[in-house]
């Protein structure tokens, strides 16, 4: 195995690991500030491991699936950021 097939792997490992823990803290909660976190570090580590795999290979052929993967991670922010200020508003 070459160096580079190596820490693919690792990183693979590594973004696996950080998942199941983001997908755990979406499940268990308790609040949906927690799940909304959760959300935007499971869209972190999804364009990150993106980011790698284009590396990696040395294509860009996924550039658009991280542009919009970025465009809903901001947009879902925003949307939950004024959700729980008209909450805290009443």
Same mark, same amino acid.
């Given at each position: 195995?070459?160096?580079?097939?190596?820490?693919?792997?690792?990183?693979?490992?590594?973004?696996?690991?950080?998942?199941?823990?983001?997908?755990?803290?979406?499940?268990?909660?308790?609040?949906?500030?927690?799940?909304?976190?959760?959300?935007? #570090? !499971? /869209?972190?580590? &999804?364009?990150? %491991?993106?980011?790698?795999?284009? *590396? +990696?290979? $040395?294509?860009?052929?996924?550039?658009? #699936? !991280? /542009?919009?993967? &970025?465009?809903? %991670?901001?947009?879902?922010?925003? *949307? +939950?950021? $004024?959700?729980?200020?008209?909450?805290?508003?009443?």
């Amino acid at each position: 195995m070459t160096p580079l097939t190596i820490m693919g792997l690792a990183a693979g490992v590594m973004f696996g690991i950080g998942a199941i823990a983001a997908v755990a803290r979406i499940i268990r909660g308790p609040s949906i500030l927690d799940r909304a976190l959760a959300t935007d #570090v !499971l /869209l972190a580590i &999804a364009m990150c %491991a993106l980011g790698t795999e284009m *590396a +990696i290979n $040395r294509h860009t052929d996924t550039l658009v #699936v !991280l /542009l919009v993967l &970025a465009v809903f %991670a901001i947009v879902g922010s925003i *949307a +939950i950021a $004024r959700f729980i200020g008209r909450q805290d508003e009443s």
